[in-house]
């Protein structure tokens, strides 16, 4: 009969064992802290920061919708297109929503964002199809935050410099990017370049939620305004998706002569 026995191997006493056992703890400790990563000391101070970290990037594509609901009436537009953080010009593809009948008889709405003014074409709304109504939207009582359809990149990430109250949520994947989510309150009045656009709303606080990728960029931002419009009061939600960061974003603006000049139908 052949006794097998067990014990402990040669050369491995009880302090190479305490050792060895340190060094498990260790790396296992290690293993949770870089799947937990520590939460940022300044919560407010990275929101607010976000447009810096854009203006840096330079430019990205950029996707964006916005969902508007009224006395029970819900609809959602969605754009598609590009933005230069530096010169404060994009362009989108803005597609209304259909019908109740599940039909679409408009065109997309291509926009061109500069700074001061918005350009449209396909506005409809009594405008010939060749040609282009132009916005001034230092104007607009909500600074183009909502009246395009889409809010404009740029102000929606301006509009985080007014960050107040802000909570850091978690890390998250967003497109395969790992991202830090942020929620609070965004003053507008507290938004140098938006400050104007406060009159437009019932409130100027604004709650948003944030996405910030290890560079501090803005990967997304989801914004709950608030305005009135006839007496009714409308809700709007706006999301701004940022991807593809260095991309060229060129903008045209049309000839004086291709812009409508006629009255615009409400």
Not at 134 to 156: C, E, F, K, M, S
């Amino acid at each position: 009969m052949v006794v097998h026995r067990y014990g402990r191997p040669r050369g491995l006493g009880g302090g190479a064992l305490a050792v060895t056992a340190s060094l498990v703890a260790a790396a296992v400790t290690g293993c949770a802290a870089a799947e937990e990563p520590a939460p940022p000391p300044d919560p407010a101070g990275a929101v607010r920061g976000a447009a810096d970290a854009l203006v840096r990037a330079g430019s990205a594509k950029a996707s964006t919708a916005m969902e508007m609901a009224a006395g029970g009436t819900r609809v959602t537009i969605r754009g598609e297109g590009g933005y230069d953080f530096r010169r404060r010009t994009g362009h989108l593809q803005v597609v209304l929503p259909k019908d109740a009948a599940g039909a679409s008889d408009h065109r997309p709405i291509t926009e061109l964002l500069t700074p001061g003014a918005l350009y449209m074409k396909n506005r409809g709304a009594g405008v010939p199809a060749d040609k282009w109504v132009r916005v001034d939207t230092t104007a607009l009582d909500d600074g183009n935050l909502v009246t395009g359809g889409a809010t404009d990149p740029g102000a929606a990430a301006e509009l985080l410099r007014g960050a107040r109250h802000v909570t850091y949520v978690g890390e998250v994947e967003l497109a395969g990017v790992k991202v830090r989510h942020y929620r609070g309150v965004a003053d507008i009045g507290a938004a140098a370049r938006l400050a104007a656009a406060a009159k437009g709303f019932t409130t100027d606080a604004v709650p948003f939620d944030a996405y910030l990728d290890g560079a501090g960029r803005l990967r997304k931002v989801r914004h709950q305004f608030s305005f009135s419009n006839q007496g009714r009061t409308v809700a709007v939600s706006s999301t701004t998706l940022l991807y593809g960061f260095g991309t060229r974003v060129l903008v045209t603006l049309p000839d004086g002569r291709d812009i409508y000049a006629g009255k615009v139908e409400v």
